[in-house]
T-cell receptor
Framework: GAVVSQHPSWVICKSGTSVKIECRSL??????MFWYRQFPKQSLMLMAT?????????EQGVEKDKFLINHASLTLSTLTVTSAHPEDSSFYIC?????????????FGPGTRLTVT | GENVEQHPSTLSVQEGDSAVIKCTYS??????FPWYKQELGKRPQLIID?????GEKKDQRIAVTLNKTAKHFSLHITETQPEDSAVYFC???????????????FGQGTILTVHP
């Protein structure tokens, strides 16, 4: 149980275009989803926290107008990278928490490798 | 906000030796401390976690200790094997309720290499 999927697993796009990444919890309802970015040989950096039916909370330094997050249902959150530039090339990983108040564990998706040319 | 420091950044051991990775955190309100193993290009895998009401937890060759007073926690791997080679991350989480929603702050990572 507790499976999280991401789509696509990798994407190459041209500079200036937008890319949408989907994160789905397949066998549980995720009240909260998190979006991370990981550059090569670095740690995971939280970009934003997404709660179903409300606006995402962005971490300091993350442009909310560039990284659009939508958590439309308890099983789906999307991250749209708008007007992508080469510096946005990175590994984007989502995670999800169940809606049990005592549940601390986060379940990670397999990640999406974004390359902007 | 929470800040997590992890050491060492690289660790090289011989097969069969023990490996220890240490982390410190800054916010005394943090109450959940997971450890993840990440292989290249893959998602982080939870290997063990501990809550603040427990001082030590063990699962076969892996153990985690927590010192709340000193605000540090450690990962111990015994009888290391080549397949333990990976990047290991510690993390800390504030309580899941409230505005933090249980978000994780990660350490910088440790590249563990186990030589046969």
């Amino acid at each position: 149980g507790a499976v999280v999927s991401q789509h696509p697993s990798w994407v190459i796009c041209k500079s200036g275009t937008s890319v949408k990444i989907e994160c789905r919890s397949l066998d549980f309802q995720a009240t909260t989803m998190f979006w991370y970015r990981q550059f090569p040989k670095q740690s995971l950096m939280l970009m934003a926290t997404s709660n179903e039916g409300s606006k995402a909370t962005y971490e300091q330094g993350v442009e909310k107008d560039k990284f659009l997050i939508n958590h439309a249902s308890l099983t789906l959150s999307t991250l749209t990278v708008t007007s992508a530039h080469p510096e946005d090339s990175s590994f984007y990983i989502c995670s999800a928490r169940g809606h049990s108040g005592d549940s601390y564990e986060q379940y990670f998706g397999p990640g999406t490798r974004l390359t902007v040319t | 906000g929470e800040n997590v420091e992890q050491h060492p950044s690289t660790l090289s051991v011989q097969e069969g030796d023990s490996a220890v990775i240490k982390c410190t955190y800054s916010d005394s309100a943090s109450n959940y401390f997971p450890w993840y193993k990440q292989e290249l290009g893959k998602r982080p895998q939870l290997i063990i976690d501990i809550r603040s009401n427990v001082g030590e937890k063990k699962d076969q060759r892996i153990a985690v200790t927590l010192n709340k007073t000193a605000k540090h926690f450690s990962l111990h791997i015994t009888e290391t094997q080549p397949e333990d080679s990976a990047v290991y991350f510690c993390a800390a989480s504030l309580p899941a309720g409230g505005t933090s929603y249980g978000k994780l702050t990660f350490g910088q990572g440790t590249i563990l290499t186990v030589h046969p």
